[in-house]
Every structure is written in C-alpha cells, then in structure tokens.
C-alpha cells in the first residue's frame, strides 16, 4: 500500500469513530454539549496531524447537522442553544479547513460562509476570528490578494483579537502574509513586528484547543514565508529553522510544510543540490502526500526545473519524486 492510501484508510478509520451520535430527547444540556466539543477536539487533533482531508471534512459537516438537529423539537436554555451553534461552527469551519488544506476552494468558501452565519448565532467571537483567518487563507488561494489582506484585517477588528494578545499576534501575523503577497514590504515587516510584540505579552489563559497550534514556532514559520515572498530569503530561512526546531513532536503536518517552505527558500538562493536535500526529507514524512506540504512540494518541483533544468539535483530530484 502507497504512503498516500494508507493516509487514506487510517484517516477514514479515525474519523469515523471521532463524531458522536448522540441521541435526540427532551431535553439538551450541559453535558451533550460537552461531548460534542470533546469529539470536535478528536477530530481537530486528526487533522493536525494527517491534513486535510475529506473524510475529515464529512466527519466534520456530519457533526455539525448533529449538534442543529439536537435543537429541534427538545427543550434548551438560550445559554445552551448559543454554545450549540457554537459548536456546529467550530465542526464547519474545521470542514473548511480541510478543504483549504487541500485546495477544494468552492466547497471551502460554502462551508466558511456557513460557519460565519453559526458563529453569528453563537454571538462566538474567537469563532468569527478564526473564520475571518480562513476566508484571508482562501482568497490568497484564489489570487484574490486584496480580499485576503481585508479579511486577516477583519480578524484583526474582532473582539478576541482586541481582548486576547495571543488572537491578536496571529491576526498580525496573517496580516503579514497577506501584505507580502501584494508586494508591500513594509507594511508586511510591519506586521510581524506587531505579531511578535503581541505575542510577547500572551499569557496562559483557557481558550479553544483549535488554537493551540498557534505558539513561537508558528510565529517563527509564518514569519518565514511572509519574508520568502519579499525576498528577505536569508531571514526567511532563519526564521523557518527556528520554527522547525521547536515544532512540538506532534505537529507532524507542520514539520512537513515548513520543511517544504525551507527547500524553496533555499533554491531562491540558488543552492539547487540542498534544496533537493531539504525537499526529499519533507517529501518522506508521512503527511507531505496531502494537502498544502504537497502543493508546496509541487511549486517546488515546478521551479527547479525553470532554474536548474538537466542538473544533477534537478535529475535525483525527479528520480525520487517518481519512485515514491
């Protein structure tokens, strides 16, 4: 079995036990909400570790219809129904999620617009932060750079952001990958500065698991492809190897990405024979055959043959991407 199906099959077995179904009666409170987020977290935790996926995704639109039909015909406190729309916008905006991972762009943008309307219902502010920064990620998919740079902008403005400096460093920080898009140099320094200030003055506080990717390291990664696409590639690659250092053991998708990111900064350079190296090691982990590590790795490919068409690394490189 190839690396990509047994990705495949495991993510399919895992998922399908991650959702909860749980049984409509009278009346709904505390604790089935309860379990609905504790399923959300299983299911989020698959996803940082395998990417996106559309089992992922299903798993995910199918605990959302679960926690809105666990209002129909049932008794609920107003308290309990916000926090179940709460939770069936977190279920969809981890749907969308998986589709911008794998770039499934119109099915990501129906379910973001969905989440934003649950998250609406919810009055769930760090909801609507976070799908503000996955409508930025998808319109940067869809070369809609101006739309990106208003919606990390939009994350930006929420009251999660304003309340929490940890919110507010990555609203900068994808304020800054959102101004290296368009060019603007400055204003993308700018950011990071201000992500990294805002960072600094985080404390530990309790808030939703789905942020807990979200630490130096990240800052360190996201910092590093805002500088590669300024052609600040130097400090690029220092920032990228800061981050994969302290990547925690578990956020093997990360580990992957950046690696990837780290082989394109390092053939920006022109060292085509260790940017071979680099992308061979992010090409043999075991989530680079899926989502964002795999188009990364494919831009890759595409711009060594435009640099170093018939070059040794260029050959070996080709040979390997064959054989895997």
């Not at 996803?47 to 049932?74: C, K, M, P, S, Y």
């Not at 952001?161 to 290296?180: F, K, Y």
């Not at 003055?201 to 990717?213: E, S």
């Not at 998708?253 to 690696?259: F, M, P, S, V």
Request: proline share 2%; charged share 20%.
């Amino acid at each position: 079995m190839n690396r990509r199906a047994f990705v495949t099959s495991a993510t399919t077995a895992a998922a399908a036990a991650a959702v909860p179904m749980l049984a409509t009666r009278p009346g709904v409170g505390a604790a089935d909400v309860h379990r609905l987020q504790e399923a959300v977290v299983a299911l989020t935790a698959l996803d940082e570790q395998r990417g996106g996926h559309e089992t992922i995704e299903n798993a995910a639109l199918a605990g959302a219809r679960h926690a809105l039909d666990l209002q129909q015909g049932t008794t609920t406190s107003e308290r309990i129904r916000r926090r179940l729309f709460s939770v069936a916008a977190d279920y969809t905006a981890l749907a969308a999620w998986s589709c911008i991972d794998t770039r499934a762009k119109d099915r990501a943008q129906g379910h973001l617009d969905r989440a934003m309307t649950l998250a609406g219902l919810a009055q769930d502010s760090i909801q609507q932060f976070r799908i503000w920064q996955f409508m930025s990620m998808l319109a940067q998919q869809r070369g809609q750079l101006t739309d990106a740079l208003a919606a990390a902008q939009a994350s930006r403005n929420t009251g999660a952001a304003r309340r929490d400096p940890l919110v507010s460093s990555l609203a900068h920080a994808r304020t800054a990958l959102a101004h290296s898009q368009l060019g603007d140099c400055r204003a993308a320094l700018r950011s990071i500065d201000y992500a990294q200030e805002t960072l600094d003055r985080a404390r530990d506080v309790a808030r939703p698991v789905w942020i807990n990717f979200y630490d130096r390291a990240e800052l360190d990664g996201l910092s590093g492809v805002a500088l590669m696409r300024i052609s600040r590639g130097e400090q690029a690659e220092y920032h990228l190897h800061h981050c994969l250092s302290a990547l925690r053991s578990d956020q093997h998708r990360n580990r992957a990405l950046y690696t990837a990111y780290v082989a394109v900064v390092q053939l920006d350079q022109g060292d085509a024979e260790q940017a071979c190296a680099t992308a061979t090691a992010a090409a043999s982990m075991p989530t680079a055959a899926v989502g964002r590590t795999a188009h990364v790795l494919k831009s890759f490919t595409a711009a060594l043959d435009a640099r170093a068409p018939g070059s040794r690394a260029s050959r070996q490189w080709a040979e390997y991407t064959h054989t895997a």
